[in-house]
Structure formats: C-alpha cells, structure tokens
C-alpha cells in the first residue's frame, strides 16, 4: 500500500511518499480502507520535533496520522463490534505526554483499536468525518465535563480554527452564551456556527472587553494566563489547551481568585466519538472543511496548516 512516511524529524519535504505492507489487524482491532485523514497542529510538532520521537514507540518506519475516516476491511479476534463495510471513524492511537501512540493513518490502510472509534453518520462525507476525530474531541471532552448549564457564558479561543469550530457549535448546543475570539477576516464565519459575540483579536484585549465568565476553553498561545484568569468568575473555570498551569506561579494566583484553572488532555476515546456522532448526525455540529489534499501533497498539507490561516478544518483524501 501507499502511505506517508517521516524520514527524519524536521521539514515538510521530510514526509515521503513509499511503498510498505498493509498492515492486519490484532486484537480488539479493525483494518481501515482509509478514505480521509485530518491534519491538526499536533502534526506538524510531532513532524519538526526530534524530542517528540518517543511517539513513534521506536517503531520504523515512522507515519503520522491519527484522525482518520474510512471503511472497514478486516476484523481482529474480540472486535466484533463491527462488521466488514462498516463505516467508521475516530482519533486512533493519539499519544500523550507520557505514552506513546503510532497513529499510521497517513496511508491507504491503518488498523484501529474498536475502542478508539465509532460508526460514521451516513448524512457526512469522510472528509467532514475526518475533521471531526482530534480537534472534535478536543473541545467536547472538556466542556462536557465542565458541566456547563443553560446561560452560562463560555468563551472560546480561537474560535475560527479546527478546535474552535466545534467548540463554538458544542458550547452552544449546551446551552451556552458563546463568546468567540477570532481575527476579522473569521467574524462572519465564527457568528455563523452560533457564536453571540466575537472579539477581535487584533484590535482589542480580550480581558479589557468581556464581561467574566463561567468557563474560558483556552487555546491560545503565548504568555497569556495571567490575562485569561482575570476574566474568569470565581468557581469558574479556565481550561487550557495548551499553556501549564500546575506547578506555575499561576497556580497560586488561581487558587487566590477561586478559578480552577487546568491543562486539558485530549485522548481517543470511541464513546466520545459516538457522542459526536450524535451531534453530526442531527446536524447539532458540522464540520467545516478549508482545504483538501491528496495523500501525495501532504508535505503541502502541512505547510498550509502551519500557516496559520484556515478555517475550520485542513484534510487529505487517500
């Protein structure tokens, strides 16, 4: 089969395409005929970063790819679960701090744990299905736990980018008044998916022009806490996607103000999957999709993720 390999850690020119074997399904797995994958921020890290080999777990030779969409193939002992034809998707082995998780979706077979996925909606394309794994999960696991109420205020940044969509639309299927930070050119795009306000960026500071709120989902970048926390009520919440908070000096501030203040870390999980599944069968969320790749360009795929600009949802079609 084709498939994307990683030859060395560092540039997009580093991801080639080869030849490898298909791979058979062990136990509680499915063989995947892979029809989409998704390309999240995480890609393009793993991809530069020498220090994030361990995900790999020393296996050669190294593919990426963990959100993936597709048809299933082959059926391990004890995942009976599915069946042959099966449409299925889900983030397969996505790794975390401390463990390894060789996805292997880029190519035109992967084998998946039947505990990482879920039946795909028959009214979505694998395209809208793929985007819907990673950054879908990213922002259910934490605002589903965050037990948000009706007329709670929930802000989301950024709100126009692969995570941001779906939180947007999720905070506001719970019942949510949704506040969006976004660039101009996202605006009208962030309003659309149901946001009730957007603040932007580029000409305000967040924490100088949002009233507090209940639940701040944080996906920003950069020295910001500190600003983020102000924003908060006491006995809300600011869950952080990206920035530490343990073990900082800004643990103290945030337990003076009374926010609890954390790091969200995303995992594979099918029953939250078949959550999604939920949501996107009854069009309560959609994927919105930016660009599409063929499996050849995903050098080009990851240039474009790394600059920055897409809204919604970047996509490779194998």
Known sequence: MKAIILKEHGDPSNLVLAEVPIPEPKQGEVLIKIKAVAINPNDTYIRKEPSLDYVFGG????????????????IGEGAEKFKLGDEVFGAINFPGHHHSGHGKGYAEYATAPVADISLKPANISFEEAAGATMAALTAWQPLFSAG??????????????????????????LGAYVI?????????????LGADEVIDYTTQRFEEVIAPVDVFLDGLRGDHIARSLK???????????????????????????????????????GEDMEKIAGLLASGAMKSYISKTFALKDMAEAHREMERDTAQGKIVVTV
Do not use: C
């Open 231 to 269: 924003i908060v009520k006491r006995g809300g919440r600011l869950i952080t996607l990206f920035s530490a908070v343990a073990g900082t000096p800004l643990e103290q501030v945030a337990k003076e103000l009374g926010v609890n203040a954390y790091y969200n870390t995303v995992r594979s999980s």
């Open 59 to 74: 296996e050669r030779p190294r593919i990426m790819g963990w959100d993936v969409s597709g048809i299933v193939t082959a």
């Open 180 to 192: 969006g930070i976004a660039s101009p050119r996202k605006r009208d795009f962030v309003l659309g």
């Open 148 to 173: 948000i109420k009706k007329g709670d205020r929930v802000l989301i940044a950024p709100a126009g980018g692969g995570v941001g969509h779906y939180a947007v639309q999720i905070a506001k299927h």
